[in-house]
């Protein structure tokens, strides 16, 4: 069955770096958009960033462009999120979740597989 593996989650001040990794298994994802939602205590998951596997075509929040990048490696078939500049308001529980389609990559419900979140902490 797929699985998607988040790590690299943790508490870090304000300004720095953290890279998040998602190592998916279960099938082939080169025809999947992977991305990268968060969600805050209290507030609705929402967009963080997104790639199309088989293109490496990249798609971003407004509130995280240039800041974060979204890569991919395919020969370990993992999925990273490296974040620069963090600010507060970017603490939440960090999902990756694969999406078959790709049409509409912005939108949770697009996407059919889910990791289990990691924790991003960051403190002022």
């Known amino acids: 069955q797929v699985q998607l593996v988040e790590s690299g989650g943790g508490l870090v001040q304000a300004g720095g770096s953290l890279r998040l990794s998602c190592a998916a298994s279960g099938r082939t994802f080169s025809s999947y958009v992977m991305g990268w939602f968060r969600q805050a205590p209290g507030k609705a998951r929402e967009f963080v960033s997104a790639?199309?596997?088989?293109?490496?075509?990249?798609y971003y929040a407004d509130s995280v462009k240039g800041r974060f990048t979204i890569s991919r490696d395919n020969a370990k078939n993992t999925v990273y999120l490296q974040m620069n500049s963090l600010k507060p308001e970017d603490t939440a529980v960090y999902y990756c979740?694969?999406?078959?389609?790709?049409?509409?990559?912005?939108?949770?419900?697009?996407?059919?597989?889910w990791g289990q979140g990691t924790q991003v902490t960051v403190s002022s």
């Open positions: 979740a694969a999406d078959p389609y790709g049409t509409r990559w912005f939108d949770p419900y697009d996407y059919d597989y």
């Open positions: 790639i199309r596997w088989s293109s490496g075509s990249t």
